[in-house]
């Protein structure tokens, strides 16, 4: 039976989600990869138990992670019930639903029938009464807005979740939907955009602005760029790497420029005492505008390095600068 390490809480670091009385650890673990059905189980309780020793307590999941959909929240529904189930109401579990989970007209996007439908499917198969938050993934052009924000403020008060999140909406579509779920009276807590120093949408379009006028925090994926902001592709594209094999990072957006870029800001990491990952962490969570950032692991190591973070997040303006004059280039 599994034990929490008793000084969990020492190392990590907690801040507020935007105006709410929640406190997110500033790292937290995302089981997109690593969790499916196709993964070894025994490496998938080592990451959660290494994870929440470090005091990482959100573990962000989707109904349809896997593969086969629905497996990892089968799988962390399973590690819940033998190791963690005496340390529920110490963790944040999140899931969400928008992209297509099973066949017909009522297994995608953001009706009332798919959101509710597929938060029961989750709870059943993570074996819990909630989810600590509970997302739409992407935004639905064609269902009514008030539609899918009505059925995110009626699952809470079901209980069937604490909070409200959001997650690719774009700047305009958040304010509006943040709107409805106030009018509601269950205010948006949180948003989950796509961030890293290679895709500075969220500054560009101002939703960290819209985030901090509306009171709600962020938690950012993909803040490695796929793995293009490690010491993995500073020399070129490995036959085994991910851009070889994934369909979410094609080896073609691996140009000269961007090894450049990446080689240039490994100097500045070294500089800093950190690796390259390390530092692009950091640099999300700059000045507190990000409440959390979401890692992927597939060793324990990983997880090690990452909360190496905590205590060096601080960058000074000639930091600041330089990675910018990079960055632009």
């Known amino acids: ?35 499916g059905s196709v993964d070894s189980f025994e490496n998938q309780k080592a990451l959660i138990f290494r994870a929440f020793d470090k005091g990482i307590t959100h573990f962000d999941l989707a109904n349809n992670y896997g593969p086969v959909p629905g497996s990892a929240e089968e799988n962390f529904g399973r590690i819940l019930s033998s190791d ?8 944040v579990i999140s899931t969400k639903a928008g992209y297509e989970m099973w066949q017909g007209p009522y297994g995608n996007w953001g009706s009332r029938k798919y959101l509710i439908s597929s938060l029961d499917q989750s709870l059943k198969r993570m074996g819990i009464d909630y989810v600590d938050i509970f997302y739409h993934h992407r935004p639905d052009p064609n269902t009514p807005l008030d539609e899918t924000m009505g ?46 120093m290679l895709d500075r949408w969220v500054e560009k379009e101002g939703l960290l602005d819209a985030l901090e ?13 796929q793995g293009i902001l490690t010491d993995r ?6 036959e085994d790497s991910r851009a070889k094999r994934n369909h979410f990072l094609k080896e073609a957006s691996i140009t000269e420029d961007v090894l450049s870029k990446v080689n240039k800001l490994n100097q500045i990491a070294k500089e800093r005492g ?56």
């Open 233 to 238: 592709y500073l020399h070129g594209v490995p």
């Open 151 to 196: 059925a995110l403020s009626d699952i809470v008060r079901q209980g069937k979740a604490l909070y409200v999140g959001l997650s690719n909406y774009n700047t305009e579509q958040t304010k509006k939907a943040a709107a409805i779920l106030k009018a509601n009276g269950t205010p948006l807590l949180i948003h989950q955009p796509r961030y890293n």
């Open 213 to 225: 006028e509306i009171g709600a925090g962020c938690i950012c994926f993909s803040p490695l760029a």
């Open 1 to 35: 039976m599994y034990k929490a390490n008793d000084t969990r809480y020492e190392e990590m670091e907690y801040l507020r989600c935007g105006r709410s009385g929640l406190l997110m650890p500033r790292i937290a673990l995302g089981l997109w990869h690593n969790f």
């Open 84 to 91: 963690l189930k005496p340390y529920r109401d110490e963790l």
């Open 274 to 329: 950190q690796t390259l990952a390390q530092m692009a962490l950091s640099w999300v969570l700059r000045k507190d505008r990000v409440t959390t950032v979401l890692i992927g692991a597939s060793r324990v190591e990983q997880i090690d390095d990452n909360v190496k973070i905590i205590g060096n997040l601080a960058f000074t303006d000639n930091e600041l600068e330089a990675i910018e004059k990079i960055l632009a280039e």
